[in-house]
């Protein structure tokens, strides 16, 4: 009983899970693995908290990996004599948020990879005139611009899951934004027959952080173009008033099915999709809600199946003043953005030198 109350002693401030089992019982269990656990197992056989395989293991000492109460931990075991002394680990969010960037990080890494290797072949079949290399070039720049679409979706998901995503607003006019992001698009939806229309009120100035911005714009977007595989309308409307920005997206596309409707804002949906070559990881509209509301504003979705599909983007129009900073022009390098945030809509055509389009 001694050796029991100088564990205790030692582990009950512990904030680490600790349980220790002498001859397969429980002796001692602190008030953190009773949290884990939901109860006190004092008295309970050794295998009502691992799982067979974690006790079937013949080392006096182990690392391993166990399922507890729907979390995974790691488990340590210590052998003195005839006692087995526990802890268990839990996942940590900062090891989450490390490994979230470090693999965002090597991704990018190589997907920059794969575009520059891309453009250094296309310099070459140019210059050897070989339009069948061009063309394959085109496939690995779509694929690229898919995988950077992807990571960079993946990587905004998971900052704002995590509150940890920079927010760099400045006073803007998101009228011109808007209507740079729609110009561009413009060439890429008449050929597919989709008429793409936009309409603004005099200029509206706001405090935005720019980039998130046309990023949510583009996420919405692309989401409509991929439900209209016959072609259809878009429109794109921004208003405002002495509170507010608002930035409808209306199409009349094949909308969207109540089941996933209603759990669009969750993680990795799998959206519905129109063509097999459309299927997406789903993070495009939840990142789109994030980036509405980490501007204090609110994402609605309207949407009905052969229909269409309203989305509405509620920004406040002037935040906390402590986020202010003097009118700026924003430039953006649009084209190549827009290259990559409709990857899933365009085809490697798209991808082509502009001057190789008409030769086809």
Not at 4 to 14: D, E, Q, T, V, Y
Request: net charge negative.
């Amino acid at each position: 009983m001694e050796s029991m109350s100088n564990i205790g002693n030692l582990f009950a401030l512990s904030h680490d899970p600790i349980v220790c089992a002498e001859d397969g019982i429980i002796t001692y269990i602190n008030l953190s693995a009773s949290k884990l656990f939901g109860r006190d197992l004092l008295g309970s056989p050794e295998y009502s908290i691992l799982p067979p395989g974690v006790l079937e293991i013949d080392s006096s000492s182990f690392v391993a990996s166990a399922k507890i109460k729907d979390i995974i931990v790691t488990v340590t075991r210590a052998t003195y004599g005839n006692l087995h002394l526990y802890s268990f680990i839990l996942p940590n969010e900062n090891e989450n948020k490390t490994a979230i960037n470090a693999v965002s990080a090597s991704l990018r890494d190589l997907t920059n990879g794969i575009k520059i290797t891309s453009d250094l072949v296309n310099s070459i079949s140019e210059q050897y005139g070989d339009f069948r290399l061009q063309q394959y070039t085109a496939i690995l720049n779509q694929y690229s611009s898919k995988m950077k679409r992807l990571v960079n979706n993946y990587a905004l998901f998971s900052a704002f899951k995590q509150n940890a995503q920079p927010f760099n607003p400045i006073m803007v006019s998101v009228t011109k934004l808007c209507h740079d992001i729609c110009k561009e698009i413009e060439a890429y939806s008449l050929p597919r027959n989709i008429n793409f229309t936009y309409t603004t009120e005099d200029e509206i100035i706001a405090s935005v952080d720019a980039e998130l911005l046309s990023q949510m714009l583009l996420n919405i977007i692309s989401n409509s173009l991929t439900h209209m595989p016959d072609g259809g309308t878009v429109h794109l409307e921004c208003t405002s008033n002495i509170n507010f920005i608002k930035i409808t997206v209306t199409d009349n596309g094949t909308g969207i099915s109540p089941e996933i409707l209603t759990n669009v804002f969750k993680s990795y949906t799998i959206q519905e999709s129109t063509t097999p070559e459309k299927f997406t990881a789903g993070l495009g509209l939840s990142v789109a809600d994030g980036v509405a509301k980490i501007h204090g504003g609110t994402l609605i979705i309207d949407s009905k199946v052969g229909i269409g599909t309203k989305v509405v983007a509620h920004i406040p129009k002037v935040i906390e003043s402590k986020f202010m900073s003097p009118k700026a022009e924003y430039r953006i390098p649009m084209r190549e953005i827009i290259m990559t945030d409709l990857s899933t809509w365009l085809t490697w055509e798209d991808y082509l030198p502009q001057n190789k389009k008409e030769v086809q």
